[in-house]
């Protein structure tokens, strides 16, 4: 069964680092499309970064610049590298995996909370 485990959120100050990690239990690791969601409260879901198979990546405009997606085929694990966080980055982030750049995810993390407060 798939399984998709979220890691290393937690409480930051404005302008804080913290580094998410995914460890996913998947088949044929490398080959997925592997991304992070996030969700705050009165709002949908939104992709905060992506990155295929070949590491190509894709990021929304809001955290170009600030956060790395990146990904170590060999852990099977997928990380997202945050600084310079803001407070509109609080959600709960979550991991995905799906096919491709462009499909949406097919497999899910539970999420794991973000929040940047003073």
């Known amino acids: 069964q798939v399984q998709l485990v979220e890691s290393g959120g937690g409480l930051v100050q404005p302008g804080g680092s913290l580094r998410l990690s995914c460890t996913a239990s998947?088949?044929?690791?490398?080959?997925?499309?592997m991304g992070w969601y996030r969700q705050s409260p009165g709002k949908q879901r939104e992709l905060v970064a992506v990155?295929?198979?070949?590491?190509?990546?894709n990021y929304q405009d809001s955290v170009k610049g600030r956060f790395t997606i990146s990904r170590d085929n060999a852990k099977n694990t997928v990380y997202l590298q945050m600084t310079s966080l803001k407070p509109e980055d609080t959600a709960v982030y979550y991991c995905?995996?799906?096919?491709?750049?462009?499909?949406?995810?097919?497999?899910w993390g539970q999420g794991t909370q973000v929040t940047v407060s003073s």
């Open positions: 990155i295929a198979g070949d590491r190509t990546t």
């Open positions: 995905s995996a799906g096919l491709s750049l462009r499909s949406l995810p097919i497999y």
């Open positions: 998947i088949r044929n690791f490398a080959v997925y499309t």
